[in-house]
């Protein structure tokens, strides 16, 4: 993996490999990277998952197996920018499967407890028209919704 730029480093209980390998088949252009374990210095058992590294469009990731101390919330989230509803239900599809949670506006929270907005790009532009009274439709249809749907949003957006 790359050692410039940024990466974003997740903390799990324990589950830090299970994630990565979740993560990078969720997204068609997932890898995993490096895998370290522990030695016998502790303080995991040795041999045992310590960090993982994984990359997912393009951004790098490592996920960390750093104990119950921390977990997930709200605060961040990551944004998945959708050119389709077909991509819209693939995401959302793949990321509440076996555990995770619909929430509402296209967020949702995905078996680890990590936050994701599912967002069809096409949402940016309608809640940003210089057309207040389209603006306020589709930001209405928007926060009436789980997993957005884009139909639903044009129709919002046009006044239909």
């Given at each position: 993996m790359i050692?410039?730029?940024?990466?974003?480093?997740?903390?799990?209980?324990?589950?830090?490999?299970?994630?990565?390998?979740f993560y990078t088949s969720v997204?068609?252009?997932?890898?995993?990277?490096?895998?370290?374990?522990?030695?016998?210095?502790?303080?995991?058992?040795?041999?045992?998952?310590?960090?993982?590294?994984?990359e997912i469009n393009g951004q790098k990731f490592v996920a960390l197996n750093g104990g119950p101390e921390f977990s997930f919330t709200e605060a961040v989230s990551f944004q998945i920018h959708c050119e389709s509803q077909d991509e819209v239900d693939?995401?959302?599809?793949?990321?509440?499967?076996d555990g995770g949670e619909e929430g509402p506006?296209?967020?949702?929270?995905?078996r680890f407890g990590l936050s994701w907005q599912v967002v069809p790009t096409v949402l940016l532009d309608m809640v940003s028209d210089p057309d207040p009274e389209k603006?306020?439709?589709?930001?209405?249809?928007?926060?009436?919704?789980?997993k957005l749907d884009v139909a639903g949003l044009r129709r919002a957006y046009e006044g239909a």
């Open positions: 050692t410039h730029g940024f990466t974003t480093c997740l903390w799990f209980d324990g589950r830090a490999e299970e994630a990565a390998r997204f068609e252009d997932g890898r995993i990277g490096k895998v370290s374990r522990y030695t016998e210095a502790g303080p995991g058992p040795a041999g045992s998952v310590v960090t993982v590294d994984f693939h995401y959302w599809a793949r990321l509440t499967e506006c296209g967020w949702l929270k995905d603006a306020k439709r589709a930001t209405e249809a928007m926060l009436g919704m789980k």
